[in-house]
């Protein structure tokens, strides 16, 4: 079974700018969950999705948005980006999501840069 | 909130040896899931051990196992016959069961395995 994959990589914006990232969860799972990795606030919840709803959401501000589509693919959206923002963005995608202490499969990550 | 805290930011240890990784947290909850992540310098957050709030057992995974003091709120890792291969980052994470769960994680330690 593939893993977790995310796309892009690596990206570089600017300041004000947007950007979406994308995730595909394990093929069967049905919960995306994103999560924000920096070296100061280390690894921090953003949201979570479960057939195409939001589940739960972490401390974020609105510019942070996600979504999930009908084949479990997930995006987020960070809109007017910051310096701040710079991080490593890890997906994680499980059968069923957290609710019932499921296993988090990661994806590699996405390395967002903002200058 | 619950809150995960590993005091130690980093260890390191000789090849072959035994090491304990230390990890302790707080919630008010009865019904929770305990994890530690390994994270290698390639990026990729792999699962290492689960343990059940409601199981005294204590789980093991082959030369991993944890020592769970339920009352104590402290969940250490214990990586036997340490290989080089174990160099890693190592998070605690923590998660709650039911309608606001997510995984809580601490700010992880670097583990160092020397040849």
């Known amino acids: 079974k593939a893993g977790v994959t995310q796309t892009p990589r690596y990206l570089i914006k600017t300041r004000g700018q947007q950007v979406t990232l994308s995730c595909s969860p394990i093929?069967?799972?049905?919960?995306v969950s994103w999560y924000q990795q920096t070296p100061g606030q280390g690894l921090q919840f953003l949201f979570e999705?479960?057939?195409?709803?939001?589940?739960n959401k972490g401390n974020f501000p609105g510019r942070f948005s996600g979504r999930q589509f009908s084949n479990s693919r997930s995006e987020m959206n960070v809109s007017t980006l910051e310096l701040g923002d710079s991080a490593l963005y890890l997906c994680?995608?499980?059968?069923?999501?957290?609710?019932?202490?499921?296993?988090?499969?990661f994806g590699p990550g996405t390395r967002l840069t903002v200058l | 909130a619950q809150t995960v805290t590993q005091s130690q930011p980093e260890m390191s240890v000789q090849e072959a040896e035994t090491v304990t990784l230390s990890c302790t947290y707080d919630?008010?909850?009865?019904?929770?899931?305990l994890f530690w992540y390994k994270q290698p310098p390639s990026r990729q957050m792999i699962l290492v051990i689960r343990?059940?709030?409601?199981?005294?057992q204590n789980a093991t995974e082959n030369r991993f196992s944890v020592n769970f003091q339920k009352a104590a709120k402290s969940f250490s890792l214990k990586i036997s016959d340490s290989q080089l291969g174990d160099t890693a980052m190592y998070f605690c994470?923590?998660?709650?069961?039911?309608?606001?769960?997510?995984?809580?994680f601490g700010k992880g330690i670097t583990l160092s395995v020397r040849p």
């Open positions: 994680a995608s499980s059968l069923t999501g957290t609710r019932w202490g499921n296993e988090q499969f």
């Open positions: 093929s069967g799972h049905r919960s």
């Open positions: 999705y479960f057939s195409e709803t939001q589940r």
């Open positions: 919630t008010s909850e009865s019904n929770y899931y």
């Open positions: 343990q059940e709030a409601y199981k005294q």
């Open positions: 994470a923590f998660m709650i069961t039911g309608a606001n769960s997510k995984l809580t």
